[in-house]
């Protein structure tokens, strides 16, 4: 079974800075598509960043120049390099990884539990 476990939530300022990180766990043969997706309570999950296998990204025009996504395809990580954090920002992030191949199987999407970003202004 492929799980994907996030960490490097948490508090900062106005103006700070903050990485997430991703990692999949399972007899992973492949996978696609890695990214970042973000959730305020009452609103929809929007995408933050993507990546391709290939490395073709895709980024929020929110974020764009403050955020970059990197991966290594090799270990099936994730990471999100969040810069100049603003109060809007703030929201549950939840680590995606789509076309998921593994030795038994191949799972389309699969989701993190998600990881608290808080802003303070």
């Known amino acids: 079974q492929v799980q994907l476990v996030e960490s490097g939530g948490g508090l900062v300022q106005t103006g700070g800075s903050l990485r997430l990180s991703c990692g999949a766990t399972?007899?992973?043969?492949?996978?696609?598509?890695m990214g970042w997706y973000r959730q305020i309570p009452g609103k929809e999950r929007e995408l933050v960043a993507n990546?391709?296998?290939?490395?073709?990204?895709k980024y929020a025009d929110s974020v764009k120049g403050r955020f970059t996504i990197s991966r290594d395809n090799a270990k099936n990580t994730v990471d999100l390099q969040m810069n100049n954090l603003k109060p809007e920002d703030t929201a549950v992030y939840f680590c995606?990884?789509?076309?998921?191949?593994?030795?038994?199987?191949?799972?389309?999407?699969?989701w993190g539990q998600g990881t608290l970003v808080a802003i303070s202004s």
């Open positions: 399972g007899n992973i043969f492949s996978i696609y598509r």
């Open positions: 990546m391709t296998h290939p490395g073709v990204t």
């Open positions: 995606n990884a789509d076309n998921v191949i593994t030795r038994a199987t191949r799972y389309e999407e699969i």
